[in-house]
């Protein structure tokens, strides 16, 4: 880890993100170590959450820790009072920060102004728990993830760009269908361009998914409309319209392949109605599996 905070997959060396994955797995066979007794972790929420709260809770508390629980309207982070001054004070009152937000900079400022480790929970621009947690479910479905053909479907958004720079990692292949102006941003492309370079792996962007998904050994998609972007939501549906991942579409990839979805699912949007359920589908174990990879962080920087 690059720091005390673990606001992207960045954060992490190549090699590390296939390490981080290995003890997730490890952490859940054997347990956690009890490194929060004692501790208080600060959960900051400007955005609801059913997953990412209930694993962080159960983790801190697996580790021993008591969850404080914040939500924009407890603390108004940068409008009742500066993200600034939310980060002098907790600095003084807790142990660690889980922070979901709608700016990623909350989170650099948050991780500028304490002492203490800032764990990205969600930003606008990132969502690397998730990513790693998605890697731990491709590596249990398939036995390994070097070489794995992994099939996006849908926006650029915040978890394509975790999943291409994890998945450029770890030598997996990552191929995102997305319409042209909801392409991953470049800042985060680039740096998973590099990524797949130094692993050997494919890194593309096509239009077509069917292009995307044939042969693919993991079909992976996410809503077409992320918290914060409701007012574009007649518009979105028109653009995406075409990359909703159905059977017929997941009948494209390979035999055993796998379909992956972050959750909360829309369906009848993204998704076909029975995808959630369909034999392919490892959706349940993928959440499940936060929890593990975010245990995994929260012991990596608080034993560092």
Known sequence: MKGKDFLSITDLEPDEVSQMVRKASEMKIDGVPRLLEGKSVALIFEKPSLRTRVSFEVGVQQMGGNCIYLSQADIGLGVREPVVDVARVLDRLVDVIVARVFSHESLE??????????????SDLAHPCQALGDLLTMSEAKGHLEGLRVAYVGDGNN??????????????DFVIAAPGNYHVPSVAWEEARRRAFEKESLLEWVEDPKR?????????TDVWISMGDEREADERRKVFSKFQVTEDLMGLADDQAVFMHDMPAHRGEEVSENMLDHHSSVVFAQAENRLHAQNAIMTELLSG
């Not at 995307?212 to 992976?220: N, S």
């Open 159 to 172: 978890i394509a760009s975790s999943l291409a720079l994890s998945c450029a990692s770890v030598g997996t």
């Open 212 to 220: 995307a998904v044939d042969g693919a050994d993991v079909v992976y």
């Open 109 to 122: 400022t948050l991780a500028e102004e304490t002492t203490i480790p800032v764990i990205n929970a969600l």
